[in-house]
């Protein structure tokens, strides 16, 4: 896993690994004063959201993200387990990576090597490796029999590098051996990463072209992989699939507090069932418009209630890390979350590097 720890202030931390989360920690903390070197824009493509945040070097200072393009894509129907949405996700990753491609001057012949980073025996580690086993290898057939190969391909090889406590060797060691040997164009890494909020967790997806550290995201920072340390473009494919349990605490704080606010400002009795935000019946996703007032807060929680959010967070650090009690979690579902996930990915990868392959057919390979 990969991670990006941004400081709310001097006395906790807060893991995240996607761009989109570390610009509106910084927002929250600056009194959500817009910085210059951080650029965000909200677009639709088929009906996928997708946030793109652009990074220059004044940015990477204000957030701590490296310099580039960093795009989110809102994959919810995965949760959802809705099919046609899933889909529309492919494709729009395919055609995220292929702008990518585009904008790094990549040629449509030139070998691409995909790197499935994680632990394939842990389940929300596994995402890497359980996506390039669904990746539409061809390097071999070039080599081997290139006249039986049509139109519309590349060169396309993969590799599980596996993890430091399984292999012991630092992954990034056999990245570097591999492309050293086989020489690549360039590489596209996919690894699980940690989120800020429970909203994201198995949702989003994000892609950059600013290349990515193996194993940072449980804390074990490696070397990391970028173009400037392998002379190559380097994309980086993500998704959150686990949240530390200071960030559970702290969000189900927040969604009490909404949901006596939204009680009182619709006038409501407070004795009213309380349901979850996300049930087919619950009338709309709570927002911060729904937070009550300091007095009310106050009524509901006392002073917990009053507390900012990096406050929260800190209180409830310094009650848990103590006792070994941070947990990093993941849904319950996470196995079916990360099979739809892993085919998702390697769908829009396949169709964005083979001009031959598209959605549909691409979801029918498989080694």
Known sequence: MEEFILEEN????????????AKEMYVEDKAKKEKQGVIVKDRLEDDIKITDVLV????????????????????????????????????VLALEIKKLLEKKKVLKKQTALIVGLGNWQV?????????????MVTSHLFQLEYENVHEGYRPVASIQPGVMGVTGIETSDIIYGVVDKFKPDFIIAIDALAARSIERVNETIQLTDTGIQPGSGVGNRRKELSEEVLGIPVFAIGVPTVVDAVTIASDTIDYI??????????????????????LPFQSKP?????????QQSNTVLG????????EKRTLI???????????????KEVDGFMVDMADLLARGINAALHENVTINNASTYTR
Do not use: C
């Not at 001097?10 to 989360?21: G, H, M, P």
């Not at 387990?81 to 996700?89: F, H, L, N, W």
């Not at 389940?123 to 990746?135: F, Q, S, Y």
């Open 286 to 294: 709570f927002s911060e418009e729904d937070l009550p007032n300091k």
């Open 257 to 278: 507090l909404k949901h006596f606010g939204r009680e009182w400002k619709e006038k409501d009795k407070l004795s009213k069932k309380l349901t979850p935000f996300n």
């Open 317 to 331: 650090s310094e009650v848990l890390t103590p006792m070994g009690q941070n947990l990093m979690v993941t849904p």
């Open 303 to 310: 002073l917990i209630g009053n507390l900012t959010d990096a």
């Open 123 to 135: 389940t929300p580690d596994a995402l890497g490796p359980m996506t390039t086993d669904k990746i």
């Open 10 to 21: 001097k006395s906790f931390q807060v893991r995240t690994d996607l761009a989109i989360e």
């Open 56 to 91: 220059n070097k004044q940015g990477e200072k204000e957030i701590g993200k490296k310099e580039g393009t960093y795009i989110t894509i809102y994959a919810d129907g995965v949760k959802r387990q809705d099919t046609k949405k899933q889909d529309k996700a492919a494709k």
